[in-house]
């Protein structure tokens, strides 16, 4: 998550002690009170502009400096920031917490950084090999370890899982092709679960001995962060049934559809 710097209306002060050196030291103190005025920047740093009284301040006269400590009137700061010059910062100067360009950049980036994830969230993903053998009766969680393609980058080959990457309304699906000692008047199921549980599934019922893809497709809204994995359930009396591994029959797919 992106932290923006630190913010208060009417963040306004006059230097009471200047830092010393003047033109190098990191802390100085406002006039009394005025501390308060200011964001404390234990929850975020921000950066102010320090120019001479009386004046309004230029690129010839001001210095842009980050605070990133206060104690009652007094800022730890470090200096020349957005490519300004240090200057001699004597007492009666005047301090404030304005927009600088780095607010709109900070801003600017966070937004290209969403509208990027909201146009380009998709995945489908595969197996490197067949799945071992499944325990009958069991529901297992399949290790799909390949990608197709993951604009994102919201899957994860490891942990086998997506992790949404904004909020919004998800099409996710999954289809697994179970094979080897498939039995006769038998269930095969998909799965598709949501933070740990499921919420879709699909089913065949086995009429003969052979394979058997059970499908599940489900429109459901996600929060940033929710995780989705894939399951698979065989019930064919016997612990050898395994999935197989072909891009073109077992696969799982995730497309944001509606970002909120």
């Known amino acids: 998550m992106t932290v923006f710097d630190g913010k208060k209306n009417f963040s306004y002060g006059v230097v009471a002690t200047p830092p010393s050196p003047a033109s190098s030291g990191t802390s100085l103190v406002l006039g009394s009170g005025q501390g308060a005025n200011f964001p ?25 400096v980050r605070v990133t400590g206060k104690s009652t009137d007094t800022l730890t700061i470090t200096r020349t920031q957005e490519s300004t010059s240090a200057r001699t910062i004597v007492a009666g100067d005047q301090v404030m917490l304005a927009d600088t360009a780095k607010v709109y950049t900070d801003m600017q980036t966070a937004i290209t950084t969403i509208e990027g ?7 489908r ?15 297992t969680k399949i290790n799909f370890n390949t990608e197709q393609f993951d604009t994102a980058n919201a899957y994860n080959t ?21 094979y080897t000692n498939i039995t006769a008047d038998h269930v095969y199921d998909a799965y598709i679960y949501k933070n740990g549980a499921s919420i879709a599934r699909g089913r065949q019922h086995a009429s003969h001995a052979s394979a058997m893809i059970p499908t599940v497709t489900t429109l459901v809204h996600l929060a940033a962060n929710d995780e989705i994995e894939f399951y698979g359930m065989q019930d064919s009396g016997g612990n050898t049934v395994k999935v197989y591994a072909s891009d073109e029959v077992s696969f799982a797919f995730i497309s944001l559809q509606q970002a909120d």
């Open 117 to 123: 994830k909201i146009n380009n969230v998709r995945a």
């Open 40 to 64: 404390d920047p234990a929850t975020a740093n921000y950066n102010v502009v320090v120019w001479p009284a009386g004046v309004a301040p230029t690129i010839a006269n001001a210095e842009i």
């Open 158 to 178: 490891s942990t086998y899982k997506f992790v949404a990457p904004v909020a919004g309304w998800y099409l996710l699906g999954v289809q697994l092709y179970f």
């Open 125 to 139: 993903v595969g197996l490197s090999a067949d799945s071992g053998a499944l325990t009958g009766g069991a529901v």
